[in-house]
RNA sequence: UGUCCCGUGGUGUAAUUGGCAACACGUCUGAUUCUGGAUCAGAAGAGUUCAGGUUCGAGACCUGACGGGACAACCA
């Protein structure tokens, strides 16, 4: 008995990646002290998205929950490039989802004395040396994947000369393109990336950190890895794309290492999602041509973007707990980082009012000038979080789409000759609407409603079918409701094999939507405040919103099945 | 034509390291509901790319095919 229980509990766990199995074994056998430290490497290039949350969530994660430390590193090795307005974009978006790297807060830049000085250590050693051939011809003598490639002419030159050639080429005794330093592997290898790739290269331009002290700058393969080994990173966690420099790394690390420590490269998938695209560059894109507002476009799935739209640091980490880790290249459909939101949201959020599409509907058997204030549930998941008042009178408005002239079968909402429920406040029978001629829009809707039926009361045993969400029209409060969808139609933008992805992009998916009618405790909504408008979705205050003219982003419908009906 | 990685319901992941495939999302029923939300109960859906082999026994191991991905920036 005792043993099945046993056995349930264990199956709620949930399972561990194939990397945390790797973390564990590792940890237990004695490795570096027992210990574990990672670090989130980014490069300063653009706005982190939910891809680099995937690995934030690892590379933090990981360390928190098995005692160690995580760094945060700017791989800042390319001043062309990079820009301090990134890194003060990045150390936020770490920070709102939750993640702390205390004081270890490091450059790659910090490590160009180390890393030159191991460049002419290895160029002592004879296993680097100074090209002085032209990009394009270098990399023709590259080969292919399934050609060697040919040795430079430069390939043997002495070491003396090359100590000198290097030392010139960081004076800036030479033009930008016309040396570089290559490491000295084998250009037969069937890993390109052995086939002496470049280390340095000289740049002129101006580097956010260091200045104009340098005048070449190490490449990613050449400082990435010795980073990590500089910093005593113990687990060195990234995407699948480099997996093939892994032997590289480990070359650099056999010549740098003075004992038996080195960081282990482990590779993940990363983060694909339907119906958007993950490419920074592609990204910065849409954000130069217009095509969206900003980086933190709602639509966007940038982290300030999903901040935007509504999105919780909690949402993102729940969402990326659910997909894991593995080495498949993987899609992931949207529709379980909603669920996310909305499981999130749900509990969290206030129920409110607000109507999109507004029409009138007067009660004609209530009296004139009267008010009502009707008590409604902030939140039905959650009892602490109270409840509060709502004016009602004669006249409310409902969603366009809550009424049908002619009901269409399951319709359980308002049309001629019957009943619904204003939630909170009565029920009301539709006895006739008012038409535009021209138009043949609905513009009025009139009902009478029944007294003995008032929420809370209990007169009367009336039941209804469709319970309806309303504001009181004299009481309302006017908003501007962004509707976002889809960024593109196509499922995987980035995979498919269409030559211009804008081709792809959804034409609808922002829809602007001003005169909708919200209930007056709105008014003094902040930008970031999160709401549940009642049988829509969830709302989120914008930062465009300001007291007197508020703003909303849908951040997500609420399921309709009622719509799913009609499909 | 090369090297490396990978191949489990529609999607994403599991399977205590060899013991007759589990979970989540999605889909579909039904119950319930003053949100057509949430909740609850249930259903359909893979025999693990294929073919051999090892084994009493394979999704796991071996071999080979097939399929997908990565790699040829003075980017990261």
Known sequence: ?????????????????????????????????????????????????????????LDFGMAQKHGGKCNLRFDDTNPVKEDVEYIDSIKEDIHWLGFDWEDREYYASDYFGNLYNFA??????????????????????????????????????????????????????????SHVLRAKVDMNSPNMHMRDPIIYRIIKSP????????????????????SDYF??????????????????????????????????????????????MMSKRKLLELVQEGKVSGWDDPRMPTLCGLRRRGYTPESIKRFVDLIG?????????VSLLEHAIREDLNIRSPRVFGVLNPLKVIITNYEEGKVENVELINNPEDEKMGKRLVPFCREVYIE??????????????????????????????????????????VEEVYCTYDPDTRSGGNISEKKVKGTLHWVSARHAVDAEVRLYDRLFNHE????????????????????????????????????????????????????????????????????????????
């Not at 910093?231 to 590289?248: I, K, M």
């Not at 408008?533 to 007291?547: E, I, N, W």
Request: aromatic content about 10%; overall charge negative.
């Open 120 to 177: 002419i250590e290895l160029i002592q050693k004879g296993l680097a040396y100074v090209d002085d051939q032209p990009a394009d011809l270098i990399s023709s003598q590259k080969g292919t994947p399934s050609q060697p490639g040919i040795e430079s002419p430069f390939r043997d030159r002495m070491a003396d000369l090359n100590i000198e050639l290097f030392g010139r080429m960081n004076k800036g005794e030479f033009e930008e393109g």
């Open 492 to 567: 995987d933008p980035a995979g498919s094999k269409c030559d211009d992805y804008r081709t792809l992009l959804n034409p609808d998916s922002l829809k602007v939507l001003t005169g909708c009618k919200v209930e007056p405790s709105l008014g003094s909504a902040k930008p970031l405040d999160k709401f549940q408008f009642q049988r829509l979705g969830y709302f989120c205050v914008d930062y465009d919103s300001k007291p007197a003219k508020l703003v909303f982003n849908r951040t997500v419908q609420l399921k309709d099945t009622w719509a799913k009906l009609n499909k």
């Open 325 to 333: 880790y593995t080495k498949v290249e993987a899609i992931n459909d």
């Open 1 to 57: 008995m005792n043993d099945e229980i046993l056995k349930e509990k264990e199956e709620l766990k949930p399972s561990i990646s194939f990397i945390e199995q790797f973390i564990i074994e590792d940890l237990k056998a004695g490795k570096n002290e027992g210990k574990i430290i990672t670090r989130f490497p980014p490069e300063p290039n653009g706005y982190l998205h939910i891809g680099h949350a995937k690995a934030i969530c």
């Open 231 to 276: 910093e005593g990173v113990t687990h060195s966690l990234c995407t699948l794309e480099f997996e093939v420099h892994r032997p590289l790394y480990d070359w650099f690390i056999d010549h740098l290492k003075t004992d038996d420590y080195r960081p282990r490269q482990i590779e993940f998938n990363r983060l694909n999602l339907t119906y958007t």
């Open 400 to 441: 366009q789409d809550d009424f049908l002239e002619i009901p269409l079968h399951k319709f359980f909402r308002l049309a001629p000759g019957m009943e619904v429920r204003l939630k909170g406040a009565y029920i009301i029978k539709c006895e006739g609407f008012k038409k535009n001629e021209s138009t043949g829009a």
């Open 207 to 226: 580097h956010h950190r260091t200045g104009s002290k340098w005048n070449v700058y190490p490449m990613y393969d050449f400082a990435h890895g010795q």
